[in-house]
């Protein structure tokens, strides 16, 4: 029986600690709680607008890939954080997702908290993210990378969404531009994941950017892979087979271009390995994010990524949500808002001639101010 | 009902079936003694369910210390512990309270809600504004999360009682969500009819991804978790091949691996209005838990079930078609798994793409083995691991305690409850047969 009086005495300080926990949950979580009770009332004295000078929570539910992810989850971090460096008056927080069951909960938890504004992460969010604004009319919200105009939300416009794109066309441009100024052999090579507008606008960008350099030094600089005039190209058929990226840029490279442009996700790791493969006389540009960040171990062959600048469309978001200026719709990353960019140079920041660099800064001050006019029109 | 006597035991292992209705049973169950003892007896022994309300209560102290020991705060409150002690336990208590406190009010009960309500004029007000649903919305989140855990966790339970182990939630949940979200935007069909139609094609999806392991075992001896296992990855790269094209199952004018839609009608009710999540596709879980309780306990099929997982020699000299039985059990199973992927794809996500399977398949072991592989345990651990999901978001928003707690958590009691010595030992209760190490049948069979 002693055993037994062991146990039951076990079960009853389980239940008695049961029970503490909840008795206690009172004080405690009001004092938990009370960061988020102070921003609701500062958010209800200024009738949910929050003019400059009133306290801003920005908030941001990552996608599976959690907040750690070296890709857009990582970038819009920053660019939150940003926001909250360069004003005082903005605390931001984040929930992770594990799996897509948490999407929804993750945002009605920041709703809430009174958030003044939800960043979500991606096209996985984007359907819950319309439903969200479309059930809270009051609540702002940003989602990165997926727009209407992109077939990511499907509905009704909700107002209260500020969709963050990316005119990739213009990066593209100074990516084509610096992919000619490099190659040795007078060809590079761009390849897509899937014939899409979100693909082929890089490509175009890329394209056009080889011509301007022909056309200002006299060169004859070949594009394989892509024509932005008849918009014919090779295509892997999807954004996850690294084997098709690795024979396709293996054909590039027999062919003599030694500047390859993946733009197909994953796709690219083929390339990465295909360039590998050369030994040196081959490099390439990584896409969407900076290469050396997420695909790190190839870094040395990535001369420049062409980017998307989740960072600066996030910090620029959260800051419109701060100073009252928020207005939903799509933002259009550029050359010059930052949201459309090339990555640092990392290793080859000594490698590209000095020249080359500062014609690069004059192309680029050049389509900032609207003198160099892109051929190709955004899709976004 | 039948020939058989279904409610008794199926045949003990060592005695061939046809003495079994004669043989004297080693315990009566209990109605004449009191509630009490019972209690006592229960406890004394370690059962099963002595042993799982410790393991979780095991598992609440681990996860506190690992919480409280992780803890910036706390690790700097404890650097000076000898100058201020009171300080560094203050601390690692409130830390670990706090964040159990944020996951119980995110998923049961938020006494803030309820003060919210309280200062409502009046309740027409309080209804108006959605107070009135905010108070039961931790409840909703909950049983919202539990619903696929509960569907997958039966699709384990039952195989597992016939004396199988079945890791194929995965691929069968695939199935469900393929065929559900194909017919869901595909087809035009009136408002209840579409949601039926999807719902059966759920279950006829997951039960054909269930089948194949069932009908390899039956006809060639191929052992059913390697299949299931197979299959889960089988499953998981058609489903990225169907939604990489947009000829077979990709949006229209995406880039992204996900499907259309589906429509409206086939979306499952919502049951207490827009404000709450809580769908139609909690009330098919607990359907489908009576129904496969029913099966077991009730009918011949379930006899013959139970007595294939006690012994397939002897079921089989008493008359047991056991492969017959074996693809059978697989077939349901796959279909409560594949009505899990319909459950989520009509009642929560609406679109089908590459992720949307989850952990589900791998949660669904972990429910059934705390449920202890009965119907009712699978509801009660799948509102328990629903509650721990549901609670996450408000712990990581409220308390910044790492969402990886409600891992930590789950997997600290399926240790527990998978080693009832290792729980027996540390509370010193005296050795009692564990009902689970049955489950080594299923790794033999």
Redesign the interface.
């Known amino acids: 029986m002693k055993?037994?009086a062991?146990?039951?005495a076990?079960?009853a300080v389980?239940a008695t600690?049961?029970l503490a926990?909840?008795g206690?949950?009172?004080s405690?979580?009001?004092s938990?709680?009370s960061g988020?009770a102070t921003t609701s009332a500062s958010a209800s004295n200024s009738g949910g607008a929050a003019a400059s000078g009133t306290k801003t929570l920005g908030c941001m539910v990552t996608d599976?890939g959690g907040i750690n992810d070296r890709s857009f989850n990582a970038s819009s971090w920053a660019g939150m954080q940003a926001a909250a460096s360069a004003n005082s008056n903005i605390t931001v927080?984040y929930?992770?997702s594990?799996?897509?069951?948490?999407y929804?909960?993750?945002i009605?938890?920041?709703i809430?908290?009174k958030c003044n504004i939800i960043v979500t992460v991606g096209?996985?969010m984007g359907?819950v993210t319309e439903a969200a604004a479309k059930?809270n009319p009051d609540q702002k919200f940003a989602i990165v990378d997926c727009s209407y105009k992109?077939?990511?939300l499907?509905g009704a416009k909700e107002p209260n969404i500020d969709q963050l794109t990316y005119n990739t066309v213009q990066d593209g441009f100074l990516g084509g531009y610096l992919a000619a100024g490099m190659s040795k052999s007078g060809k590079v090579a761009t390849f897509g994941?899937?014939e899409?507008p979100?693909?082929t606008i890089y490509m175009d960008g890329f394209w056009d950017g080889v011509q301007y350099y022909n056309s200002k030094h006299g060169n004859n600089v070949q594009v394989l892979g892509w024509n932005e005039k008849t918009q014919k190209g090779s295509f892997t058929?999807?954004?996850?087979n690294q084997t098709k990226g690795q024979t396709l840029t293996q054909t590039f490279i027999s062919e003599g271009a030694d500047v390859i442009f993946p733009v197909a996700g994953n796709v690219g790791l083929g390339a990465a390995k295909a360039v590998q493969g050369a030994g040196g006389k081959v490099n390439m540009e990584w896409v969407d994010v900076d290469g050396c960040v997420s695909a790190a171990s190839y870094c040395k062959y990535f001369i420049t990524s062409v980017e998307k600048g989740v960072t600066a469309s996030v910090k620029a978001t959260v800051q419109s949500a701060a100073d009252g200026s928020f207005k939903g719709g799509t933002y259009v990353g550029t050359l010059a808002n930052g949201g459309a960019v090339l990555a640092p140079f990392h290793d080859f920041s000594s490698k590209i001639p000095s020249a080359l660099q500062s014609e690069l800064k004059t192309v680029q001050s050049g389509i900032e101010d609207g003198s160099i006019q892109t051929p190709t029109k955004s899709p976004v | 009902m039948s020939a058989h006597e279904p409610a008794a035991d199926p045949p003990p292992a060592a005695s061939p079936a046809g003495t079994a209705t004669t043989a004297p049973k080693p315990e009566e169950p209990g109605e004449r003694r009191s509630f009490g003892q019972l209690l006592?007896q229960s406890?004394?022994e370690?059962n099963s369910f002595?042993v799982t309300?410790?393991a979780i209560?095991a598992a609440?102290v681990v996860g506190g210390l690992i919480n409280a020991f992780t803890n910036t705060t706390v690790l700097h409150a404890w650097s000076n512990l000898f100058s201020d002690p009171g300080h560094a336990f203050g601390q690692a208590w409130?830390t670990a309270?706090?964040a159990?406190?944020?996951l119980?009010?995110?998923s049961v009960f938020n006494?803030?809600t309820v003060a919210a309500l309280f200062q409502q004029a009046s309740i027409s007000a309080a209804v108006h504004d959605g107070y009135l649903s905010?108070v039961f919305?931790p409840l909703s989140?909950t049983c919202?999360?539990a619903t696929?855990l509960i569907l997958a966790g039966l699709a384990v339970a039952l195989p597992y009682q016939a004396g199988l182990f079945n890791i194929g939630g995965q691929g069968q949940f695939i199935g469900g969500a393929i065929v559900a979200t194909f017919l869901g935007y595909a087809v035009s069909l009136p408002p209840v009819i579409h949601v039926i139609v999807c719902v059966l094609g759920g279950f006829v999806g997951g039960a054909a991804i269930g089948w194949i392991p069932g009908e390899l075992k039956a006809r060639t001896g191929a052992h059913e978790v390697i299949v299931t296992i197979m299959l889960n990855y089988i499953m998981a790269y058609f489903l990225?091949y169907l939604l990489?094209y947009h000829y077979l199952m990709q949006?229209?004018?995406?880039?992204?691996?996900?499907t259309?839609?589906i429509a409206g009608n086939a979306h499952l009710p919502q049951l207490f209005g827009?404000h709450l999540?809580i769908n139609a596709g909690f009330l098919l879980a607990l359907a489908c838990a009576l129904a496969v309780w029913w099966l077991l306990s009730r009918t011949t099929v379930g006899f013959e079930f139970r007595a294939i997982g006690k012994n397939p020699n002897a079921s089989r000299v008493a008359g047991i078609n056991v492969e017959r039985n074996w693809v059978l059990v697989m077939l349901i199973a796959g279909g409560l798994a594949g009505l899990a992927g319909a459950a989520?794809i009509q009642g929560?996500?609406?679109?089908l793409?590459d992720?949307?399977f989850?952990?589900y398949g791998i949660d669904a072991i972990t429910v059934a083995l705390l449920g202890l592989g009965r119907p009712l345990g699978v509801v009660l651990a799948g509102l328990l691991f629903g509650a721990l999901?549901?609670g996450?978001?408000?712990m990581?928003?409220?308390?910044?305690t790492?969402?990886?707690m409600v891992?930590v958590l789950q997997a600290v009691v399926v240790l527990m409850v998978a080693a009832p010595p290792l729980v027996r030992a540390i509370?010193?209760?005296?050795g009692g047969g564990g009902s689970l190490l049955v489950l080594a049948k299923g790794w033999n069979g």
């Open positions: 055993q037994s062991w146990a039951a076990a079960l389980s600690v049961v926990g909840c206690s949950s009172h405690s979580a009001s938990g709680a988020a599976t927080k929930l992770q594990t799996t897509q069951s948490d929804t909960p993750n009605n938890a920041f809430s908290q096209f996985l359907a059930a992109t077939g990511c499907t994941g899937i899409l979100t693909v058929g999807d954004f996850t | 006592r406890v004394t370690g002595t309300v410790l209560f609440l409130d309270t706090g159990y406190v944020a119980f009010e995110g006494p803030h905010a919305g989140e919202v999360q696929p990225s990489a949006a229209p004018g995406t880039v992204n691996p996900i259309r839609a827009s999540r989520v929560t996500d609406f679109t793409n992720q949307s989850g952990t999901h549901a996450a978001p408000l990581q928003a409220a308390t910044s790492p969402v990886d891992e509370f010193r209760l005296r």
